[in-house]
């Protein structure tokens, strides 16, 4: 069961999603320590909704009415925000600049996780799927963790093979198409579901 869930839950991170594509546009300005401090945001986030969501799932609740609207409202407007950091990031201009800017602050990497209503929910359908009554609901959430963290290494080492090997004009394409990446999955989160 447990090489199941992890299967599954390492498919589940590496695909693409506002994290992974803010981890590509951030390692393709080549800029460590502020991906280091999104990076470790998305994660303590993600262990925060894991966390919670097996207490919850574990107390019998389910994330519906009123509360999953607001979450899937406000959440969406934090995708919004987040395309439009990734839409007028600035561009490596061969100086080293360690800075970051807001789409790289651990802050902004902790939010969203906990604020993607998708990220509950599928959080606690995979419990309720892979764990029920059988396993360790805590097992799975540290299982899943080490995924999402394991999953983040492709997109990083993708974004910094990009900055090696792109030219920075068409690194702001790749931040273009990054930005209607999120816009795509908000648009799926309201029209899709």
Known sequence: MYLHFALFAFIASVTPGPANIALLTGASRGQIR??????????????LVLGIAAILFQAGV???????LWLKIIGC?????LAWQILNA???DGAANDHGNAAQRFATGLMVHPLSYKAWLFVLLSYGTFVGNSGNIYLCSLIFLLAALISMIPWAVAGYLLKCYT???????INVLSALSI????AWIWIGS
């Open 34 to 47: 502020p991906l280091l401090r999104y990076a470790a945001g998305i994660l303590c986030g993600f262990a």
């Open 62 to 68: 389910s994330m519906a009415g009123p509360a999953l």
């Open 77 to 81: 407007l934090y995708f919004l925000w």
């Open 90 to 92: 600035p561009l490596p």
């Open 167 to 173: 030219p920075p004009a068409t690194l702001k394409w």
């Open 183 to 186: 816009l795509a999955l908000v």
